[in-house]
């Protein structure tokens, strides 16, 4: 028996799906298209008319060396965050999966970073890692000066990621765990029976099997860290100190919102976009179709 | 080729006995089939050999040597799952060799192994395949491969035929014999299948509830069942159990009323013993109703097996199996007669299932529970 139900008249079924996609065009598709537009004028600051200009907005950008720099300093956050994100979650997820007592609390207490909003979780660890106060200030007491994200660019940046890398621990621990458990018992112990001890079983058996895992979560690791980062950015260092954590979407904000610069934010948004679209298509296309085994 | 050794193993989970204490001396290069309804604690047991398992308490032997503290790569069993569990990231090279890898034997011999191993079991035009990509037969053939190549002493199956077609399953049945008379390592057969155990065992033991109930060749546990638990699971049809007393006469009453002859002196050792009665069904005939002596029934329906016929009686209510022999002709419905030889009878404790007594025609080593 059919399931669905179905509408005889093609406009019953549109206006039942109208109040979506009045919301999906409204949020999405207007303000997309919008920018897109805006990429391609000269906006005045307050309004009141543009000017057609082209790719100015672009070749502009592209020939400016700050925006570079924006743009290698978003990849080496992207990469280090993910990197920190997964490695501490799947070394989490393996010692969790071991030894299962009360995994059902692990389960849910390490989703709750996931939960915090970005602008809170950087209110927190600009207290946590505060030179003067926070946890790192004892590394201060020894060595003065060494920690302070407020004067030392590198250590602004590492602040960040470390900030970042926290909110997805939890994240990327969920999906490991619940990987690593739907691995067979019987893998596991035909390998134990074929000799293999439980560090050679992890490269050898449970590696190897989690890789559809480690495959997306590396998309949306790396995905999220180019968007999410605002709110940790924002509130911990404002893109400083002298631009050393002014990663491309903190850029788009300041450049559009203080600097009411639009066309060139809006150009930025645009290239932003482009590169997530890219890497998300590059990850597919190259490391997908080795991972899956049947 | 090792001997194994078990000696009053117990398991239990938490406070839940599953095990409760197993001897077995198992000899060298024997064939073990343990055989058990599900969750009778027999995968358990082999589990607790091949060291997945903890032993609660206990000893388990494997050549001499206590195991009880020992990893399972050190113990020397190889294990044939019942899912086969085979690795499904590699070639069936990779599956077979990987034993070897994890031991560090270089990648030359390694491949002249796993070679020779293929060969035997007709898997060379596989080895480059995943796991994924062959059929139930091969993938228990790539598992049994596995566990062959690290000429193991000792053999574990853990239902390993229990997920293939009928047909493959007696096929690898006796590929599984030959392979072990030709190897001649120690094995032991976890199954559920009466008949595997039959086919396959140099002596089956009969596990039920986490004890067994008895150890012997296939033989004896056939024709001699030392239980009536034993009594009604060995066996296809399985032997007919009736409940009842023996009276002051000698002859056993069963609940329903009527009176089965006993040998006179059998029914003179345990006149006044509720008792449970056993009969195979090619131990009773089949006779007109109006014999006399004989017990009436009525056919109930007739089981075709091809070689053979038995006629499920209904006796007095109670289901009761006859096997047929020559052309006699029945219908759902006729009225039938059922001869027993009284000394074919089997006799078990009603209280305790324990064997009372068992037919005198054959020395029997299970009369005495």
């Not at chain 1, 920690?147 to 990621?161: R, S």
């Not at chain 2, 006779?287 to 004989?294: I, L, N």
């Amino acid at each position: 028996m059919e399931k669905r139900v179905t509408f005889s008249s093609t406009t019953v079924g549109l206006l039942f799906a109208l109040p979506m996609l009045l919301l999906i065009f409204v949020f999405f598709y207007w303000p997309s298209a919008q920018a897109v537009y805006w990429a391609f004028t000269l906006e005045q600051p307050w309004g009141g008319g543009n000017a057609w200009v082209g790719f100015d907005n672009f070749r502009q950008l592209l020939s400016d060396p700050v925006y570079w720099g924006a743009i290698s300093r978003s990849l080496v956050f992207a990469l280090s965050s993910t990197a920190i994100a997964m490695g501490m979650a799947l070394i989490l997820a393996l010692l969790t999966d071991r030894e299962m007592r009360g995994h059902k609390i692990y389960r849910s207490v390490f989703i709750w970073p996931y939960a915090i909003a970005a602008p809170a979780l950087g209110l927190a660890f600009r207290f946590i890692l505060a030179p003067e106060a926070g946890l790192l200030s004892i590394i201060n007491q020894v060595w003065p000066g060494l920690w302070n994200p407020a004067l030392d660019g590198k250590d602004a940046m590492i602040a960040v990621i470390v900030a970042f890398s926290w909110k997805y621990i939890g994240y990327n621990f969920i999906f490991f765990l619940s990987a690593l458990q739907g691995i067979p018992r019987s893998l596991t112990e035909a390998a134990a029976m074929d000799g293999s001890g439980p560090l050679r079983r992890i490269f050898d058996m449970q590696l190897p099997l989690l890789t559809p895992t480690l495959f997306f979560l590396l998309v949306i690791n790396i995905t999220e860290s180019f968007q999410d980062s605002f709110g940790i950015v924002d509130v911990m260092t404002q893109g400083g100190p002298a631009r050393a954590t002014e990663l491309m979407v903190y850029k788009i904000y300041f450049d559009g919102f203080k600097g009411l610069d639009y066309s060139g934010a809006a150009a930025q948004s645009i290239i932003l976009m482009l590169l997530v679209i890219l890497l998300t298509i590059f990850q597919f296309r190259f490391i997908e179709r080795r991972v899956h085994y049947k | 080729m090792a001997p194994i050794s078990i000696r009053n193993v117990k398991k239990s989970y938490g406070k839940t006995p599953v095990v409760h204490g197993v001897d077995l001396e198992i000899r060298s290069g024997e064939f073990i089939v343990i055989l058990g309804p599900s969750g009778c604690g027999k995968s358990t047991l082999l589990r607790m050999v091949a060291g997945l398992e903890e032993i609660s308490d206990g000893e388990i032997a494997i050549d001499g040597t206590v195991v009880n503290r020992l990893e399972p790569r050190q113990r020397g069993c190889a294990m044939v799952f019942q899912n086969y569990a085979l690795y499904p990231h590699m070639t069936v090279a990779e599956n077979i060799g990987y034993a070897l890898k994890v031991s560090g034997v270089p990648k030359a011999e390694r491949r002249q192994r796993v070679e020779s191993v293929a060969k035997a079991l007709s898997l060379e035009p596989f080895l480059d395949r995943r796991p994924m990509a062959l059929s139930g037969g091969q993938r228990q053939r790539v598992a049994m491969g596995r566990a062959m190549i690290r000429e193991p002493k000792v053999f574990l199956f853990d239902e390993p035929l229990s997920n293939l077609d009928a047909k493959l399953r007696i096929a690898m049945r006796a590929e599984i014999r030959r392979l072990h008379r030709r190897l001649g390592a120690t094995s032991i057969f976890v199954t559920h299948d009466q008949n595997e155990a039959m086919t396959l065992a140099d002596r089956i033991i009969v596990m039920n509830a986490g004890k067994v109930e008895q150890v012997g060749t296939p033989e004896e546990v056939y024709h001699f069942p030392s239980s009536r638990f034993v009594a009604g699971f060995v066996g296809s049809p399985a032997m007919n159990l009736l409940e009842g007393r023996v009276n002051e006469e000698g002859a056993f009453v069963y609940d329903q009323g009527r009176n089965i002859a006993l040998s006179p002196e059998r029914g003179r050792a345990f006149a006044g013993h509720r008792v449970v009665l056993g009969v195979r069904a090619e131990a009773a005939r089949l006779v007109s109703p109006e014999t006399p002596g004989a017990l009436p029934a009525t056919a109930d329906f007739i089981e075709e097996l091809g070689a053979s016929r038995v006629v499920h009686a209904d006796f007095d209510g109670l289901p009761f199996a006859v096997a047929l022999t020559g052309n006699v002709r029945l219908k759902p419905g006729d009225r039938i007669g059922i001869m027993i030889d009284p000394d074919a009878i089997h006799l078990y404790s009603a209280d305790t299932g324990a064997g009372l007594a068992a037919p005198a025609r054959m020395p029997s080593k299970s009369v005495d529970a």
